[in-house]
């Protein structure tokens, strides 16, 4: 509470229990404490976040006025958390039985030989324990969101992602994983060639058995197509 002459003001802390893309309003008490009329006005730093009413008014002799500050709906949160947007009410003796319209800019006049009373007030951001920056998207929120990543997986998609990354660091850190699968593909190539060969020499070894009338005995020839059998089974296998 500020304590002036003309006036008592609470609070002198605006506090919005802010929420993104919603209208919050806050209020002000003035008590005047003489018993003479006053006149006062408030202003702002930032005249189009917020909307005062009434931005002007009288407060009767030993009475209390109430004036309510609404910020508009925002898109977003401070980076710092902070608001450095500020209120000046000002405050005059008024002539008695004044009413609102016979307010005037002059009356709050110092260059005038007015006596006019200021109190400045300050705008605070307030997060209910149910709604936080991170709820919002905001840049704040984005940036909680991404130290909890960083604690562990958020989501199967980064669940996987990670895993990913595992699997891409050890092969590039195993050396000798890269050496055996390289030795395996030479070995099934070659076993593949070798394969190739024996069925051209098999039906080259028919072809020649075929002209000199069964030179070669059935069992070689049988034997031979047993080795090729089992090449190819081994062949499957690797």
Do not use: W
């Not at 002198?12 to 006062?40: G, M, P, R, W, Y």
């Not at 902070?82 to 209120?87: L, S, Y």
């Not at 149910?130 to 990543?149: C, L, N």
């Not at 055996?180 to 070995?187: P, S, Y």
């Amino acid at each position: 509470m500020s304590t002036g002459d003309l006036l008592n003001v609470d609070p002198v802390e605006l506090k919005f229990s802010f929420e993104l893309k919603k209208q919050i309003a806050c209020s002000i008490q003035l008590s005047n404490k003489t018993d003479n009329h006053v006149a006062f006005k408030v202003k702002t730093t930032n005249p189009k976040k917020y909307c005062v009413r009434p931005n002007t008014g009288i407060v009767l002799p030993k009475s209390t006025c109430e004036v309510t500050v609404t910020m508009q709906a925002q898109k977003e949160v401070p980076g710092d958390m902070q608001c450095k947007d500020k209120f000046l009410l000002q405050a005059v003796k008024a002539p008695d039985g004044a009413t609102p319209k016979d307010i005037t800019a002059e009356m709050f006049n110092r260059e005038a030989g007015n006596v006019v009373e200021e109190c400045k007030l300050r705008v605070v951001y307030v997060f209910s324990p149910q709604h936080t920056p991170a709820d919002d998207g905001s840049e704040v929120g984005s940036s909680m969101r991404g130290s909890i990543s960083d604690n562990g997986p958020a989501n199967a998609a980064e669940f996987v992602m990670a895993a990913r990354t595992f699997t891409d660091d050890v092969q590039d850190k195993s050396p000798e994983a890269k050496a055996l699968i390289t030795k395996l593909t030479e070995e099934k190539n070659k076993a593949i060639q070798q394969n190739n060969k024996l069925r051209q020499e098999l039906e080259l070894l028919k072809r020649e058995t075929s002209k000199s009338g069964g030179g070669l005995s059935f069992m070689l020839v049988v034997l031979i197509g047993l080795v090729g059998l089992m090449m190819g089974y081994i062949m499957k296998r690797s």
